[in-house]
DNA sequence: TATGGTACTAACAAATTTGTAAGTAATGGG
DNA sequence: CCCATTACTTACAAATTTGTTAGTACCATA
């Protein structure tokens, strides 16, 4: 997000996983804070930059643009820019990231059946 | 990780998020720097601790703990530990995280795709 | 001339994650 | 008693991500 040192073992790390593990390096794409909630958001079309803002509660300009720039730059999202003052500019979800939909269903689903679980074994060992 | 703070903007903001969308939340179960390698380590059966180690290039001891604990807090991971002298610890896979396989190797799939195109792109642009 | 709306950017600070280096406990074998 | 082995812990430091605050440019309208 910011710019990152280039031969700290953190870096050398991330890239030796993210290049042994097609995994890891999957949820690395969609790994920000805010990415999959603005990914949800896209799935039915196109939104402008404060639509977005406006639907995703808490969520700063700044890390709005963050998170975007690195959605666009990983090829996930596209983003027009409308000759027009005051600006306009809206994002769209890229094909290779809708192929992703299917995907993030099942892990939604798993995501709330885990959810439950987690719950239940807690409440249970009261 | 280490502990956190109790009312910062960030964690409000964390829970917040996963709360409203079971994928952001999911996909935190297995958001850290080495768990889904972890997790695929485990996929054929039970490892100790040392093979994990061993099988993890680059993964120190503390940040293997660390990981192990969380993905056992999770339910993720099933911890046994023998009474034995030295000791022995092995680690499995649960069934709700069993579950996960199809999905990751869906994902995984989807990596591997994402990782062409991208490449394929930044060399066209060239 | 001042104001407003939109989509940002910049400088900085705080929080969080990750890595380094060293140490611990328990016990069997020499 | 001393050492080796295994699975950790602890204290600290570095790197990275996230959040705060205050701007910017553009032109139309009042």
């Given amino acids: 997000m910011g710019k990152r040192k280039e031969n700290s073992t953190n870096m050398l790390n991330e890239n030796y996983i993210t290049e042994s593990c097609n995994l890891t390096y999957a949820v690395?794409?969609?790994?920000?804070?805010?990415?999959?909630?603005?990914?949800?958001k896209l799935e039915n079309?196109?939104?402008?930059?404060?639509?977005?803002?406006?639907?995703?509660?808490?969520?700063?300009?700044?890390?709005?643009?963050?998170?975007?720039?690195?959605?666009?730059?990983?090829?996930?999202?596209?983003r027009t820019v409308y000759a027009e003052v005051p600006?306009?500019?809206?994002?769209?979800?890229?094909?290779?990231?809708?192929?992703?939909?299917?995907?993030?269903n099942q892990l939604s689903n798993w995501g709330a059946k885990h959810k439950e679980i987690l719950l239940s074994s807690v409440s249970s060992s009261i």
Avoid: H
């Avoid at 803002?53 to 996930?76: A, V």
């Fill in 87 to 104: 600006p306009r500019v809206d994002y769209e979800l890229t094909e290779i990231a809708k192929e992703l939909v299917p995907i993030w």
């Fill in 28 to 40: 690395c794409k969609i790994g920000g804070r805010w990415k999959l909630l603005i990914l949800c």
């Fill in 45 to 78: 079309g196109k939104l402008r930059f404060s639509e977005l803002r406006n639907q995703i509660k808490g969520i700063t300009e700044r890390m709005l643009t963050l998170q975007l720039r690195e959605l666009e730059k990983e090829g996930l999202i596209k």
